[in-house]
């Protein structure tokens, strides 16, 4: 029947190589690429692309000597992700995810990324069905939760995020060839979280800080966001935008990049108001893609009083 | 009597490993996979109960060997097979069905003869199992 694959033999006799060339296998696996892509799509997050660049070196090494037969365990890949939000977690962890699959420890490489209302249920009963199949869903890849810290609730006993935790404890130490599991949320939360549930410390081997974008780095990724939507910002809204930035930074629930790209929304929705109310004749391809410094000073943010002085 | 029922039934048992890439196979085709059991292995039962939901985004075949275990562990001594279902338009039917778990013991059928009008006879078969109530059936 053609319709089904053959059942070949399982344990193929792989001959085992007598040396392996590091470097080669950067290139050919793949990980060259991620990285490169890495470092030219990423802004800033120094500390983060280092360790990734180290991690992709642990796994690379061990893929080595475990084809040399050198190691037989899988090594823990589970991961947390700490930092502020707008940071980038969860761009780094689609990455990252890529970055397992070339090196072959995830069979998919796609992310699934949930947050506590995926995993855990409203009644009794309900929660374990569903964990169960998001981490089914996730198989092959990688499950990104994000504030994973919700999942537990001190303060009421009765939480049904404690049962999703111990599902995933179980699977996250029984399943370690099957999947991936990267935590992420807000650095001291996430420190609270790990010291009330130790199995998640224990079990989850990389760490990584996801430090706040500086002024100018965030202001380089507000044009490189500019530029991907075909829009350019004149020399004064760029005074503007590094003026906005200073101000919207001492302002509450300032979210990085996230932030930054509201704000752009924003703008371009007053250009295009400012380009409706005040045009009279036909507009050229430069003025529909213009962001003058008006659109921008326009924002609540110069306005308001800053908190923080 | 060896129950041979749906794809691979005539070659030895499939390992659990040859099992994950049929199943990935499966899943690489968009078909939806899911597991069904039963203690009724008479051919015309086409309708085995099921265990879970099939599996319509899942793109590794992990996630149905998580369940097989599971189901193993609560009717290991029951047959279950794997149906892979082809959602797609026109099709909408089950392309791919094989027994992955079956009894230790397997009795096979009874023929029974019934005559009736004109001294035709009538032809049955019957699991031997089946003489025994459902869920009491094997082992």
């Not at chain 1, 983060?48 to 690379?60: F, N, P």
């Not at chain 1, 506590?116 to 069905?129: C, E, S």
């Not at chain 1, 410094?293 to 800053?306: E, G, L, N, Q």
């Not at chain 2, 094989?98 to 059928?109: H, K, L, S, T, W």
Request: hydrophobic content about 40%; charged content about 30%.
């Amino acid at each position: 029947m053609s319709a089904t694959a053959t059942a070949e033999s399982d344990t193929p006799i792989a001959e085992i190589p007598t040396a392996i060339d590091l470097r080669e296998e950067f290139e050919s696996s793949g990980v060259k690429d991620v990285l490169a892509e890495l470092d030219r799509d990423l802004v800033g997050l120094a500390p983060v692309k280092k360790r990734i660049r180290e991690t992709a070196a642990l796994l690379l090494v061990e893929r080595a000597r475990k084809r040399m037969g050198l190691a037989h365990e899988t090594p823990t890949l589970h991961m947390s992700f700490t930092g502020n939000p707008g940071t980038g977690k969860t761009t780094v962890a689609m990455r990252m995810a890529d970055l397992l699959h070339r090196l072959g420890y995830i069979r998919k490489g796609h992310l699934v990324s949930v947050t506590r209302d995926d995993l855990v249920g409203q009644y009794i009963g309900h929660t374990a069905p569903k964990t169960k199949e998001i981490l089914k869903r996730a198989m092959g890849g990688v499950l990104f939760i994000d504030e994973a810290y919700y999942l537990y609730r001190p303060e009421n006993e009765r939480d049904y995020g404690q049962e999703a935790i111990e599902i995933l404890l179980q699977v996250m130490e029984n399943q370690r060839d099957d999947l991936v599991v990267i935590l992420a949320g807000y650095t001291q939360r996430m420190d609270r979280f790990f010291e009330s549930n130790p199995g998640f410390r224990s079990r989850i081997a990389h760490h990584i800080d996801f430090p706040d974008y500086a002024d100018d780095e965030l202001l380089q990724i507000a044009t490189k966001m500019l530029e991907h939507q075909n829009y350019k910002l004149d020399a004064k809204a760029v005074a503007a935008l590094t003026d906005y930035i200073a101000k919207r930074r001492a302002q509450p629930h300032f979210a990085n990049a996230r932030s930054i790209r509201n704000a752009l929304d924003r703008a371009r929705l007053r250009q295009a108001n400012r380009l409706f109310e005040t045009s009279k004749g036909p507009l050229n391809a430069d003025a529909l893609s213009t962001i003058s410094a008006a659109d921008i000073t326009a924002s609540r943010v110069f306005s308001m009083p800053s908190r923080a002085g | 009597m060896r129950i041979t029922q749906g794809a691979f039934s005539f070659l030895p048992d499939l390992t659990d490993d040859q099992i994950r890439k049929q199943v990935q196979y499966c899943i690489d085709n968009d078909w939806a996979v899911s597991l069904e059991f039963t203690d009724d292995p008479h051919p015309r039962n086409t309708y085995w109960d099921m265990w879970g939901h099939p599996m319509f985004d899942n793109p590794d075949a992990a996630a149905l060997m998580l369940e097989l275990k599971e189901c193993r562990k609560a009717y290991g001594d029951r047959y279950i097979r794997v149906v892979a279902f082809d959602a797609s338009h026109g099709w909408e039917s089950v392309k791919l069905t094989f027994i992955v778990n079956r009894p230790a013991d397997e009795p096979g059928y009874r023929l029974e003869r019934q005559e009736t009008t004109g001294r035709n006879i009538r032809y049955t078969t019957k699991p031997y199992a089946a003489d025994r109530p459902a869920g009491n059936r094997y082992g």
